[in-house]
């Protein structure tokens, strides 16, 4: 089971790479920072009830948004 996936602008994820992930309904943790994610595209992380992290900063930065 994938818990954490660590993603920084070298993997240039974009709304369209985002769906791959949707499937991971136990993932806990996902850093985007630096990404090519758009608003639209993190509507298809609606589903992953078991996010607690989701990092959306600039490259390098540990900035984050946790949910309770």
Do not use: C, W
Not at 16 to 44: I, P
């Amino acid at each position: 089971i994938i818990k954490k996936q660590n993603f920084t602008q070298q993997a240039k994820i974009s709304d369209e790479g985002l769906n791959e992930f949707t499937g991971l309904k136990q993932l806990h943790y996902l850093n985007l920072a630096g990404s090519m994610v758009t608003d639209k595209g993190l509507q298809q992380l609606v589903g992953m009830s078991e996010l607690r992290h989701l990092g959306l900063g600039a490259e390098g930065q540990a900035e984050g948004r946790d949910r309770p």
